[in-house]
C-alpha cells in the first residue's frame, strides 16, 4: 500500500483552562456542539485547520479566542494523547494543552463555561479525565519552582493574594514569613509604585506588586 493511501488520524487540540472560581482552582468545560458526545461538559479544543494554523500553538489561540474569548493568556503544552481508543468516531491524536486565566475574566466566552474543581471534574468525554489530572500535577509540580501560580491573578496583586493562589495550587498552607522571605530573596516582584489597596484585614492600605519577568523559574521549592 503506498503511503497515501494510508487513513489519517484525526488531529485536535484540548485546553486544560483553569481558573480561580468560589476559591477554588477550577477547570473550564464547554458543551459539545456536535457529536461524540452532544451537549456533555467537555475540555475546550478544536481540529487544527492546515489552512490557517501555522502550528499547534496558533490553533490553541484561535480556539481560546473564538470560544472563550481570550487572548494573551499563558498557556503550555502539556502532552500529546494518541490512540485508536479515544475517540469513538477514529484513530485520535491530541496535542493537550494546559492554560491559566484570572478570576473573572471568562466573560467573553460565545457560550457559557462550567466551572468545575479540578480535581472533582467528574466524568468527562473521550480521555479529558486524564488530561485534566496530567495538567494539575505539571501544574504543581512547575509551580512549586516557578512563578507560573501567578498567572491565576491579575496583573496587579497583594502578597496575601500571591501566597494564597500558591496554597491553593499546591493544596497546602505555606508560613506567611517564610513565604515573603523567599519571594523577596528570589527577587520575583516589583512595587507597584503609587498604588495601594485597602484590604478588610488589613488597618491600612497594602501594598501592590506586579511580577518582573511574565515567567520566571528558581532553584528552590517556593
Avoid at 138 to 145: C, D, E, I, M, N
Amino acid at each position: 500500500m503506498a503511503e497515501a493511501e494510508f487513513a489519517r488520524p484525526i488531529v485536535t487540540v484540548d485546553i486544560v483552562l483553569l481558573t480561580l472560581h468560589e476559591g477554588r482552582l477550577c477547570v473550564a468545560l464547554l458543551e459539545r456542539s456536535a457529536q461524540p458526545f452532544l451537549g456533555v461538559p467537555a475540555l475546550i479544543g478544536g481540529y487544527l485547520h492546515t489552512d490557517e494554523d501555522a502550528d499547534a500553538e496558533a490553533a490553541v489561540r484561535r480556539i481560546l479566542k473564538a470560544k472563550a474569548g481570550l487572548e494573551g493568556i499563558f498557556f503550555e503544552q502539556l502532552g500529546t494523547f494518541a490512540s485508536a481508543r479515544r475517540d469513538p468516531r477514529d484513530w485520535s491524536v491530541s496535542i493537550a494543552y494546559f492554560a491559566l486565566v484570572p478570576q473573572g475574566a471568562l466573560k467573553g466566552a460565545a457560550n457559557p463555561l462550567e466551572l468545575r474543581p479540578v480535581e472533582a471534574a467528574g466524568e468527562l468525554p473521550f480521555d479529558h479525565q486524564e488530561i485534566v489530572t496530567a495538567a494539575l500535577a505539571r501544574l504543581r509540580g512547575k509551580g512549586a519552582y516557578s512563578t507560573i501560580p501567578a498567572r491565576l491573578l491579575p496583573e496587579v496583586f497583594t502578597m496575601s493574594e500571591l501566597q494564597a493562589i500558591y496554597e491553593t495550587v499546591m493544596g497546602e498552607r505555606l508560613d506567611q514569613s517564610a513565604f515573603r522571605r523567599k519571594v523577596n530573596d528570589l527577587d520575583l516582584l516589583e512595587v507597584v509604585e503609587g498604588e495601594k489597596r485597602q484590604t478588610e484585614r488589613a488597618r491600612r492600605p497594602t501594598t501592590l506588586y506586579r511580577l518582573k519577568t511574565p515567567v520566571a523559574v528558581f532553584d528552590r521549592r517556593i
